[in-house]
């Protein structure tokens, strides 16, 4: 399974962008998907998640500015950011879990290869 994560760029503040994180290859259901950030000098931080069921949970950072979702598929991810900030700017990853299932007995972890999102004042 990989993750393929677009959408990043440079934005000045205020400005809006949205990221997409498609999975690709043998997919079995992730329980929860993601995106955390990481700026530099900074340990990488939780941003948005989104479970199976739809529950969502933010960061207290981006609580009112960013939304996440996901497909009917449930294979891609959504992070729809308005109102951005210069405290924005870092290197954004997705991830997915996936449950244990007939193949695989444990959680498996995947991430995507990040990109860049850097706000402008």
């Known amino acids: 399974v990989q993750l393929q994560a677009s959408g990043g760029g440079l934005v000045q503040a205020g400005g809006s962008l949205r990221l997409s994180c498609a999975a690709s290859?043998?997919?079995?259901?992730?329980?929860?998907m993601s995106w955390y950030r990481q700026a530099p000098g900074k340990e990488r931080e939780l941003v948005a998640l989104?479970?199976?069921?739809?529950?969502?949970i933010y960061g207290n950072s981006v609580k009112g500015r960013f939304t996440i979702s996901r497909d009917n598929a449930g294979n891609t991810v959504y992070l729809q950011m308005n109102s951005l900030k210069p405290e924005d700017t870092a290197v954004y990853y997705c991830?997915?879990?996936?449950?244990?299932?007939?193949?695989?007995?444990?959680?498996?972890?995947?991430w995507g290869q990040g990109t860049q999102v850097t706000v402008s004042s």
């Open positions: 989104i479970t199976s069921d739809g529950t969502t």
């Open positions: 991830n997915a879990v996936q449950p244990p299932n007939w193949k695989y007995h444990d959680y498996i972890d995947y």
């Open positions: 290859g043998r997919i079995f259901s992730f329980n929860v």
